[in-house]
């Protein structure tokens, strides 16, 4: 019985609750606008602009550096395996693509993310 008597009271709680979540996830939806989600009120965005390109650049040295060490390694050791040199360069192009479209593609997460709160 006193199972029962705390699963009923946690219920009730829960029921309470329930309709807390209402007003909250309504100001949730309505600060998530573009100039609040992406700072532009902060004026935000040419600072993580900034800071994107710089992190895209950097990253592209870094897969340049990778491709020649691969490649330097490879004519030092005599060992012309194409294919792991093949599979390197795949994991590079990869990898620069998905560095390149950063920006893109973590600005649709953002809007769709915005779109899916404002529509709830």
């Known amino acids: 019985m006193l199972t029962k008597d705390i699963v009923d009271v946690l219920n009730i709680i829960l029921q309470l609750l329930s ?7 309504s100001i949730a939806g309505a600060l998530m606008t573009n100039t609040m989600v992406y700072g532009d009120f902060l004026n935000l965005g040419k600072v993580l602009r900034l800071i994107w390109g710089i992190s895209q650049t950097f990253a592209n040295f870094v897969a340049v550096a990778v491709f020649m060490y691969t490649i330097v390694t490879s004519i030092i050791e005599k060992d012309l395996d194409f294919s792991k040199i093949s599979k390197t360069i795949l994991g590079l192009i990869k990898g620069i693509i998905l560095a390149n479209m950063s920006f893109f593609l973590i600005g649709a997460l953002i809007d769709v993310s915005t779109v899916a709160t404002i529509a709830v």
């Open 19 to 25: 309709w807390l979540r209402i007003p909250f996830a």
